[in-house]
């Protein structure tokens, strides 16, 4: 099977805090254990009802990746059932159909060289941001943590992008609002796609999860304050970047070396 692409890109733009790493090659049992099992933690985690949500991983060194197959209940994933594909599109190893979602997230693997894992849920709390076409605004400090500033809002579709090839063009989308904004995935690792939900984005298939994690949280959070401060202003810039730059970057002293 594969998947006809548009065409490549420009180079991705460089961040000066977070940049790709070359990584020891993995065997498809080890990627496909590790997207087994962020796949398997969206139920019990609460982001996802029914099957609405997939997790994908990438190993760099080989340039194969693993996702979800369409439709499976998590509950009963097996590592054997993960789906392993090329850059190019092509299923290399897995016999059931990948995710519908599956252009997403290639294109997010072909255009973001520095990103291991893509997640996507309709989780409640950042979907209702997605549905009412509202970014993220940093109002607090667990915010800060994960996330340096706004979580962008992605435009919609436009008639002919669905028509053509929807879910290839809703990741176009998201790598053109990432670079309007002049942001790494790695910086922002998150977005709201107006009318859609939300996608992270990680180190590996698990990490992009626990980004998913606290976006969900924040924007619980911020629905919450908003409901008792309508008024509430964006966290000052100096909390920002001391609660974000302690836990990323050169200068970071959170946790164990």
């Known amino acids: 099977m594969k998947f006809i692409l548009a065409k490549r890109r420009s180079p991705l733009l460089k961040s000066s805090l977070f940049q790709p790493k070359v990584l020891s090659p993995m065997t498809l049992s080890e990627l496909k254990a590790q997207v087994c099992a962020a796949n398997r933690a969206l139920e019990p985690s609460g982001l996802v009802r029914l099957t609405w949500g997939n997790v994908s991983g990438i190993d760099r060194a080989s340039g194969l990746w693993a996702i979800k197959p369409s439709g499976v209940d998590y509950g009963a994933l097996t590592p054997e059932e993960i789906v392993v594909m090329d850059l190019e599109g092509n299923i290399i ?79 176009v989308a998201i790598v053109e609002r990432l670079r309007e904004l002049n942001l790494s995935p790695m910086e922002m690792p998150a977005v709201l796609q107006l009318h859609h939900a939300p996608f992270t984005f990680g180190k590996n298939a698990m990490d992009s999860l626990n980004n998913s994690i606290a976006l969900e949280m ?38 164990q070396k």
């Open 218 to 255: 924040c924007a619980h959070m911020a629905l919450q304050s908003l409901a008792i401060n309508p008024a509430l202003a964006p966290i000052p810039s100096h909390i920002l970047d001391k609660h974000h730059l302690r836990k990323h970057g050169p200068g970071a002293y959170y946790g």
């Open 93 to 171: 190893e897995g016999k059931l159909r990948p995710s519908s979602d599956t252009k997403t997230h290639l294109h997010l693997y072909r255009e973001f060289p520095e990103i291991g894992g893509v997640t996507h849920t309709h989780s409640l709390h950042a979907t209702v941001f997605s549905q009412a076409g509202r970014e993220l605004p940093c109002y607090g400090t667990t915010h800060a943590d994960h996330f340096y500033g706004t979580v962008p809002l992605v435009r919609a579709l436009t008639p002919d992008e669905v028509a053509s090839d929807y879910e290839h063009y809703t990741g």
